[in-house]
Structures are given as structure tokens and as C-alpha cells.
């Protein structure tokens, strides 16, 4: 157990929907990570925040947006949903703002039809 | 900008028989960190070992070591004594800057 936690674990929803996904990162830990998996593209880092300040951004599209807490749980929120949405959402958290060993959760698997 | 290339798509290996994993990274930046990750057939992310550019020894965590050659710009992974549950796809990333990079993936198969 990573200590990541990610909820819901799955999520099936239409096309056009709305949706957040959560996030508490590992106790101690201050960055937080989205990262999306899709069969094609493999993982995509979308996101990162340190203490509740966007640090990184990388490809994310902007339907998506996130945002970090003061407890430092973290919440990706995806609008618009299109079918080649459907992936694996990853949190992945970490003490420091770079270079430290990022700790994934289980995943969010959203399904989009 | 990082980059990393991972080149074997798919390996098998004989129970007991060690293994390893290739990867090959880009990056301008002089401090990075090298990571392996595990990902079973469930789909969860297992940190599995770092290696620091300025590192001297490679890094070793149980059955996983490092082969971190800075010059040819590659950190391979090893595992020895392969067990049935090593079978995964395996993750190589490269940390620059603040984000993680991740190649594509190596899917390894341990065969009884």
C-alpha cells in the first residue's frame, strides 16, 4: 500500500459529462501528480502541485483542470468528456517539489461512452 | 525537456534466471533522478528503485539493482532470481526539473 488514495476506483460516465476525481497523498508528503494512462499515448504527466501551488504543467487539455487543498488533497476535474478520454487517472505524490520518488495510487478508471 | 526510451517491448525470462531491462534517457538538465516502476496486471504503479546523477554507487533494493552507466546514458534494471510474481510491465522515468517522464514500458513474462 502506497498510502495513496485515489477515489473512485472506477467511473463509468457519457459523453458531454462532468467529473472529479480525488486525491490524499501519503501523510507528510506536500506534491501531488496526475498522470493519465491510455493505451496509445502510455502515461501522460498532465499535472503537478506543491503545497497547494501549481509547480508543472504538462499536457493537459483545457477541459481538464485541478487543484490543490490547504489539507493537500488534491482533485482533477474533467468537462466535456469525449470518448478518447476513457484512461487510467493516476495521483502519484511526493515529499519534495522535484527529484524525490513519486508514490502512486490504485487509479482511477474512467470509462467515457 | 527529458526524454526516455525503453527499446524491448516484451521479454521472457526462466524462473530463477536474472534479467535485464534496458533504458536509455536524454536530458540537459545536470540533476535528474532515474526511477523503475512495476506495473502488474492490476494496474497499481509499485516504486521500485531511484538513482541520483550524482550518485557514485549504482542502487540496489532487494532483487533490483541498477546498472546506472552516466555516459552512455543509461540506468538498466536487473533483477535476479526472477520469480513468477516479477511478471509486469516495468517503467523507466527520469525526474528533471518537476516533472516525471516515463518511457514506454517493458512487459516482462516469467516463465515456470
Known amino acids: 500500500d502506497s498510502g495513496v488514495t485515489q477515489t473512485p476506483k472506477h467511473l463509468i460516465t457519457a459523453t458531454g459529462q462532468r467529473v472529479t476525481l480525488r486525491c490524499s497523498p501519503r501523510?507528510?508528503?506536500?506534491?501531488v501528480y496526475w498522470y493519465q494512462q491510455s493505451l496509445d499515448q502510455g502515461l501522460q504527466f498532465l499535472i503537478q502541485?506543491?503545497?497547494?501551488?501549481?509547480?508543472a504543467k504538462g499536457n493537459i487539455l483545457e477541459r481538464f483542470s485541478a487543484q490543490q487543498f490547504p489539507d493537500l488533497h488534491s482533485e482533477l476535474n474533467l468537462s466535456s468528456l469525449e470518448l478518447g478520454d476513457s484512461a487510467l487517472y493516476f495521483c502519484?505524490?511526493?515529499?519534495?517539489?522535484?527529484?524525490?520518488?513519486?508514490?502512486f495510487g490504485n487509479g482511477t478508471r474512467l470509462t467515457v461512452t | 525537456a527529458q526524454k526516455i526510451t525503453q527499446t524491448q517491448p516484451g521479454m521472457f525470462v526462466q524462473e530463477k534466471e536474472a534479467v535485464t531491462l534496458d533504458c536509455t534517457y536524454d536530458?540537459?538538465?545536470?540533476?535528474?533522478?532515474l526511477f523503475w516502476y512495476k506495473q502488474p496486471s492490476s494496474g497499481e504503479m509499485i516504486f521500485l528503485i531511484y538513482?541520483?546523477?550524482?550518485?557514485?554507487q549504482n542502487a540496489t533494493e532487494g532483487r533490483y539493482s541498477l546498472n546506472f552507466q552516466k555516459a552512455r546514458k543509461s540506468a538498466n534494471l536487473v533483477i535476479s532470481a526472477s520469480q513468477l510474481g516479477d511478471s509486469a510491465m516495468y517503467f523507466c522515468?527520469?525526474?528533471?526539473?518537476?516533472?516525471?517522464?516515463f518511457g514506454g514500458g517493458t512487459r516482462l513474462m516469467v516463465k515456470p
Open positions: 538513482q541520483g546523477s550524482y550518485d557514485q
Open positions: 502541485y506543491y503545497n497547494g501551488e501549481e509547480r
Open positions: 502519484a505524490s511526493a515529499v519534495g517539489p522535484r527529484g524525490s520518488p513519486l508514490h
Open positions: 501523510s507528510g508528503d506536500l506534491s
Open positions: 536530458t540537459s538538465d545536470p540533476s535528474y533522478g
Open positions: 522515468a527520469i525526474n528533471a526539473g518537476n516533472m516525471l517522464t
